[in-house]
């Protein structure tokens, strides 16, 4: 099993920067792919970012991409997301997710990922 807590979260103006950080416990995380995902109220959860289990690849949604960056420091056993040009679109609850396996491009279903956080709430006032 592996646990994980997000935190980070809070209130950012319309331009500003956040860093979300989601920490696990239970087991290394050196063999997992590691995601964001979003979830705004009334609307599905989206997938936001993924990071290889090495950080060796990343891929981002479109609309995030060169805003927002997904890294890991595995020693730590944590992941990161900067969250860079905030728009008030951004708002939401962020979830941390990870899932076996090497690939990343097009990891993009919530369903993939076996393991999740509860989330951190993210508000972006404009």
């Known amino acids: 099993q592996v646990q994980l807590v997000e935190s980070g979260g809070g209130l950012v103006q319309a331009g500003g920067s956040l860093r979300l950080s989601c920490a696990a416990s239970?087991?290394?995380?050196?063999?997992?792919?590691m995601g964001w995902f979003r979830q705004a109220p009334g609307k599905e959860r989206e997938f936001v970012a993924v990071i290889r289990y090495n950080g060796g690849s990343t891929y981002y949604a479109d609309s995030v991409k060169g805003r927002f960056t997904i890294s890991r420091d595995n020693a730590k056993n944590t992941v990161y997301l900067q969250m860079n040009s905030a728009k008030p679109e951004d708002t939401a609850v962020y979830y941390c997710a990870a899932r076996l396996g090497a690939a990343v491009i097009g990891v993009t279903a919530a369903s993939r990922y076996e393991y999740w956080g509860q989330g951190t709430q993210v508000t972006v006032s404009s």
């Open positions: 239970g087991r290394t995380l050196s063999s997992y792919a």
